[in-house]
């Protein structure tokens, strides 16, 4: 099965837009007829959604699943290409984010990971070039290089004399010390010249990459707070960071998991969905909720659970409208503007390698990241909204900045990308936060508005962005909504 | 309510057995009049057994949940003695424990832990006492007695000169290299045997009395695998350990929190339960299950969840009997038989004390753990089999044996404690594995025999011993009852 979204280039076929995924949904609509009024409408079928319409059927509630793709996964899918799965979003999980992990050990998926990092191939495993010129270091140099993103990130975080401990000491309420609010009125920038002094030029421009990496935004446009976030999550050391953030995948992709949740809902019999169907209004009357397709069709349910993303919910018409604090906020939006391209290329030995082209580069970080069945290394490249691309708009352009992460090595079989900034339902890709928006909105993010239950991970107090923060968030509107709908009965006792 | 579990000592009412608990069901017994053939019983109310009983109960079957005892929780369970919460066993858990943080969060009970560790009082937060003379060491020393901590640690995981993470790369995947097997052919005093040399004497002191806090079996019973495990499981670092295995409580106490996943299900009006009913044995007929209790009571159900933990269930009678390899487990079963003994004690500087007295001692590690209402220091301590004491025999020696943990410092004013060596639905604290137990026997440990699926932490394969591997297991074995028992209904489409 075939999406429409994502794009594929070989030298062969040229730029094709739609690529196969697993994550399709096959009838698209199937609407069970005793649903005239659904216990439960969810729109959005990412893991949010997901994990809500799957605890609501199993539930025993009635549930409609609206979705605007034609597939599942929201910002987390996979395409199989000839067997391979590459993967368009969000791809790494750890047996430290325990929402995802449940999931997994639930759906005994446990030993379906693999890692990224592949250190048996190759001879330079990490370059770092801050210009044009080529700068590939040695293999001493490399393990420098590794303390020195570490100790840079370590400067940049230590602003309590324990590494940030004190400041946020539960991860998952990090808002728990007042403090932690001042640092969100910084931006990783100002962060950045606090410590300026103390950093080396090539100590700076790791810490920058690694960064943007993470935001994805800018340097400027970055909360600092959520950075010290992200390393309070990650046990508050580089070596958890690279372990939780961008190194464990599933060996099937992303979308052999999601599948789980929907047949599971499915097979509860209590599932109806309809893809294809993007949602233009949404009126709480009271004693229930209509919304309304761009198509004109309309469904009602007793609750709603919207997992429409921070940076679309605008696009959609809310009656009642929005709460005065929500609309800003999505108004303001998240900043991340992920440019990720995947890269199939000749060469076997760069499968050990990682690089970082930074500033200079339209693509800025890049590992290697798979063996591909045809026996070519599967390179996966990231760039940000610093030096912004569309990468299916001059495919020329995008060829040259993998070229450039590591040249003369990138000989280009094929390119996979998904334009998360272009996509009208995702505006962008994971959730992050510029400088004041979490500790003037979260609250505000999260709070419900009558029948209406906001899920998504743009708002998730634990891993925030992550699908684990999806889940974390699908998990609690369930929970909501079935302890409103199922009141408890009255105990019988036969003694 | 008061429970049967547990003892109390104060000067005033000297030695009583039972002490209060919100764990304690009331009424004791509810049988549904409709439910002669269940859908599932689930013996045991500990955390394994209540997520069962729980998913099973929300998934629309009717369930019967058997308890010995007149509480729910296990091996978890907190007294509470003038609103004030000691834990009997099961206390600590951290967000990085996957099963457990996820109903922690969706029980929005994330704000409601709190820190054991308290270092704002006091002068000397850790004393280390090898001899019966006392040794209380300088601020300076203490730092370096974590540092002492950490480095005999680091020396005892480090088989690959890689902090063990190479034999062990997936925590909730142990065995996934297979060299990690032949490290449970050794003991933690094999181990200790081979990196003897390279040990100070303090390091060795506090290395051991660590490894004996985490089995409380001997030396020579502990298996050095389960002991990687648990490091791998930590993040492979000693900070890690501190942070998951002895910080984070919940500030009601354990029944707190067990008590939800009780209610959920007791709100779906399909939870029938019978406390206070041991088991005799258990006939599996093909077409049913059907128990019987010591009092003759007979039960039937479509499947059964034995949640009986290791060392106990070869006291129960099985027809058909346990398969071989099971058989041979229980028969060697786990060899933790900790002591836990909670004192409140007068000295408000000991809230910051920590302190090790090994190996002389009849208790060899505690923590200031609290502050009382009536503003005494709570201190809980251990102990093991290697020096073992059942503390309701002799409360002179359990009161001396408090003593020598910090002597001077010690005015006890109240004593509280479990005895899990002698209570005859445990037969030990927390599973530790004794080697080449794990090995041998952990997939028979697991498997299912017929209708009857075995769930207990013992055999969880993340966190092993820990809430969080109760949490896992119970949740495996509502999935598998779960898809048996509800089998997919045929897809009913409108369109």
Sequence with gaps: ??????FQWTPETGLAQGVPSIGVILPPTNILSSSALYDVIVIGGGYSGLTATRDLTVAGLRVLLIEARDRIGGRSWSSN????PFEMGGTWVHWGQPHVWREISRYNMRTE???SFDFSHGVNHFQLRTTQGASTMSHE??????TLLASGLEKFVNVDGDMGRKVIPFAHDAFHVPEARLYDEMSAQDRINIIALSLTPNERASLESFILLCSCGTLATTSFFELLHWWALCGYSYRGCMDALISYKFKGGQSTFAIKFFKEALATGRLSY?????ISSISDQGDKVTLTTRGGRQYSGARLVSTIPLNVLNSV?????LGTQRAAATNIGHVNQCVKVHAEISSKDMRSWTGISYPFNKLMYAIGDGTTPAGNTHIVCF??????????????????AVESMAPGNMDIKRLVFHNWSKDEFAKGAW????PQLLSTSLDAMRARQGNIVFANSDWAVGWRSFIDGAIEEGTRAAMTVKEELQPAPALRSSL
Tied chains: 1, 2.
Excluded: C
């Excluded at 990468?391 to 020329?396: A, H, L, V």
């Design 1 to 6: 099965m075939t999406s429409r979204d994502g």
């Design 81 to 84: 290409i000839d067997d391979y």
């Design 113 to 115: 990971l693999e890692e």
């Design 141 to 146: 140099e490399e393990v420098r290089l590794d």
């Design 274 to 278: 309809a893809f294809n169907s993007p």
């Design 317 to 321: 018409s809310f009656d009642p409208p």
């Design 383 to 400: 760039g940000g909204f610093n030096n912004h691309i569309h990468p299916e708009e001059d495919i020329n352009q995008t060829k040259q």
């Design 431 to 434: 959730f992050f936060s510029p």
